[in-house]
Each structure stands twice: as structure tokens, then as C-alpha cells.
């Protein structure tokens, strides 16, 4: 990547995390965007998606995560329940892998992240994103 390329050029590889407990989501209100959203972040250097979404969940959560499989071709990594693209500001666009995770617990640790939690099965009262709403869905049906 060009180091002086602007927002609009610039791409960011992130995961999302969709907790899965007693056949609801886990969605938490991002401090800095107020958006209800699921846990997540950036790929760090040297990660492969996966390790990425194990570590995203339990720095935001503190929860471990059973990733399942077979959700997708051969080859697709374990609880990979989509891609998605969206606009994030200065850090240009974010190029999303949705993953699934059943967790055993609902005992969140705190994060400076996010300041609100809600296992929810519908987040139609929710401020959040279209795709948010949509992926939710099809966490709860993987």
C-alpha cells in the first residue's frame, strides 16, 4: 500500500465476531461510532482471518470462542459466515470477514471499546447497520 494514499484509496482488512449463547447475538455500542455493532477489528500483520477473530474476541469480550465448521466450501475457515465491504472513515475501507463463535458464557469483561452489551435474536431497535441486521440472521442460522 502506497503510505501516502488517501482514505479513499486506503484498505483495511478487519474481522467481525458474531457471539453466539442461548440462540441469541451478542452486540455491543461502539464508543466512538454509537453504533451497535459485534465485536471486531483490524487483521493484525502476520494473522490469518481466524486468529484475528479469536483475538478480537477475547480482548473485547474476554470469552473464548468454538468457531464452527463446515459452514462453507473446503478450505473455508472454521465459523467464516461472510464477507462484507463498508466505508470506515479516515481508515478507508474495511475489506470484512463475519464469523460465527458459540460462546460458553455471557459474563462479558470489560473494554474500553465499547460501553453497552445486548444478546439480542432481532436488533430491529438497535442503531445499526443493514448488514449488521443481516448477518445476524444468518449467525443465528449457521
Not at 443481516?134 to 449457521?142: D, F, K, P
Request: proline share 8%; glycine share 12%; net charge negative.
Amino acid at each position: 500500500m502506497n503510505v501516502n494514499a488517501s482514505a479513499a484509496e486506503r484498505r483495511t482488512f478487519s474481522v467481525a465476531v458474531f457471539c453466539r449463547h442461548g440462540g441469541e447475538i451478542l452486540l455491543v455500542r461502539h464508543k466512538r461510532l454509537d453504533l451497535w455493532l459485534p465485536v471486531g477489528g483490524e487483521i493484525e500483520p502476520g494473522e490469518t482471518p481466524l486468529e484475528a477473530a479469536r483475538r478480537e474476541l477475547r480482548e473485547e469480550t474476554g470469552l473464548e470462542g468454538v468457531f464452527p465448521g463446515g459452514l462453507g466450501v473446503e478450505g473455508t475457515p472454521p465459523g467464516l459466515i461472510g464477507y462484507e465491504e463498508h466505508p470506515a472513515g479516515s481508515k478507508g475501507l474495511h475489506l470484512n470477514f463475519c464469523f460465527v463463535a458459540d460462546v460458553p458464557s455471557r459474563a462479558l469483561a470489560p473494554c474500553d471499546e465499547w460501553d453497552g452489551a445486548v444478546w439480542t435474536r432481532e436488533p430491529s431497535g438497535l442503531e445499526c447497520p443493514p448488514n449488521v441486521r443481516q448477518l445476524v440472521v444468518l449467525a443465528l442460522a449457521a
